[in-house]
């Protein structure tokens, strides 16, 4: 598949803005490069970029491009440096880079989507039994941007009253919020309870949000499915419109995406909106039943817990990228490369076509919302982005192979996206499209 050389890229993937359609993507150096995101700022074009981050971590320390510190933040999580017995990275002889393993078993894709959903800021849950690496692949990708959540030893747990005064953690911004739903959570615990002050003051219905959902840059929940009837408004909002609502009024939360995790998919009919808010449903099967394979995730497992702990921080994730990558990236989505603010590429009516038929004749066999494809075409571009692919290709409508309602058809459309892939481009690279079943 033809890709961008590094020049053409730089040219192609333009970030629109009212004041100049055709910025350049490659900068000098650090400071023209402050300066540009200052006038995207000014222009609205980044109305949530995070103004309390330090010029340090919006500037390129390294002179990467965001495109490829994403890039390397993937693949961070997807693989571990391999080290030898005193803890040295071992070198490949032939390329002298350091030598990689994969840290997670058949979960390369599943990676894959959850940073395209990011960079196209679209919902994804990953649906599958306990046990399959669902947590563990959210919290990895946080890490490998820079979002940690914040751990209070028990000691300190007469603290928890003053978390906003948490040493490091001004505000509790850039954070990772992860909360495990039951039938029985209350919007407090998410949301923030009531604040006191507000309420003897002026009599009026406040919640504090500080250190809470409404305030998090990353929002994983899991098992988001057991949500109950109390938070359900208040999640739809905030999953989709960015919205939270507070003493009436509506504020615009910061938030760059959303993860959620589910050991089964809904059934009750008023979980239905909340469920088509998350339209990329990635299956975390099972390893195969194969001796060779489950020889490489007992040795996976041991090593990782038992390196955790003897404290070994070889297997640690390192910081990448930061969030503020992501949120360029999204707006690079709409930069003249895959269609600009044209749904489709004027020259490439072949993917018009192909894309249109999918949604289709997947509607026809699965049933989606109206919502779903625009959001699918984002993710299909965000995939393009992550490959610097040259335009928008057949490969790309592998997304639609993650929007099965149920988890126990998602190998079934799988077997169909991948037949009119390769109906359409019989000289496609398809054996590496999903994970294993």
């Not at 800021?121 to 914040?150: E, W």
């Not at 109950?228 to 939360?253: D, P």
């Not at 625009?374 to 993650?402: G, I, N, P, Q």
């Amino acid at each position: 598949m033809p890709t961008l050389q590094p020049q053409q890229f730089r040219q192609a993937m333009t970030v629109p803005t009212p004041a100049e359609s055709d910025a350049p993507w490659d900068f000098a150096d650090d400071d023209a490069w402050v300066e540009y995101i200052s006038d995207l700022k000014e222009d609205g074009a980044l109305d949530i970029w995070n103004t309390d981050v330090r010029p340090s971590l919006t500037a390129k320390p390294d002179g990467t491009q965001p495109l490829d510190r994403v890039r390397a933040a993937l693949k961070e999580v997807q693989t571990l440096v391999v080290r030898d017995g005193r803890g040295d990275a071992v070198i490949d002889p032939v390329t002298r880079e350091p030598m990689r393993e994969p840290r997670f078993l058949n979960r390369d894709k599943a990676l894959e989507m959850m940073a395209a959903c990011a960079i196209a800021q679209t919902n994804l849950v990953f649906l599958g039994p306990p046990g399959t690496a669902k947590s563990l692949l959210v919290r990895s990708f946080a890490q490998s941007l820079g979002v940690r959540p914040i751990d209070v030893p028990i000691k300190d747990e007469d603290k928890l009253a003053r978390l906003a005064e948490v040493p490091g953690q001004p505000r509790q911004r850039r954070r990772l919020f992860e909360y495990l739903l039951t039938r029985f959570t209350t919007p407090e615990e998410l949301f923030g309870g009531t604040d006191i002050n507000v309420l003897l003051k002026s009599g009026a219905f406040c919640r504090r949000t500080t250190g809470m959902l409404p305030q998090a840059d990353i929002v994983f929940l899991d098992e988001i499915f057991k949500a109950n009837s109390a938070i359900l408004n208040s999640l739809l909002s905030l999953t989709n419109e960015r919205i939270f609502y507070n003493m009436g009024q509506a504020f615009k939360v910061n938030l760059a995406f959303t993860v959620g995790a589910s050991n089964e998919t809904p059934d009750e009919s008023e979980l239905g909106a909340l469920y088509d808010r998350f339209p990329i449903r990635v299956p975390c099967h099972p390893i195969p039943e194969d001796e060779d394979e489950a020889a490489k995730l007992v040795d996976a497992g041991h090593r990782f817990h038992s390196y955790g702990s003897l404290g070994n921080k070889s297997l640690r994730i390192s910081r990448k990228a930061c969030l503020n990558d992501i949120r360029l990236l999204s707006k690079v989505l709409l930069g003249g490369a895959y269609g600009g603010t044209t749904a489709f590429p004027k020259d490439n009516p072949e993917f018009r076509k192909a894309f249109l038929k999918m949604f289709l004749t997947i509607r026809r066999e699965y049933g989606v919302s109206d919502r779903t494809p625009s959001l699918l075409l984002r993710v299909c571009r965000a995939l393009a982005l992550l490959e610097k692919a040259e335009k928008l290709s057949y490969r790309h409508l592998r997304a639609w192979a993650y929007v099965a309602p149920k988890f126990e058809e998602t190998g079934r459309l799988q077997k169909m996206v991948h037949s009119m892939i390769v109906g359409w481009d019989p000289g496609a690279q398809t054996d590496s499209l999903f994970d294993r079943a």
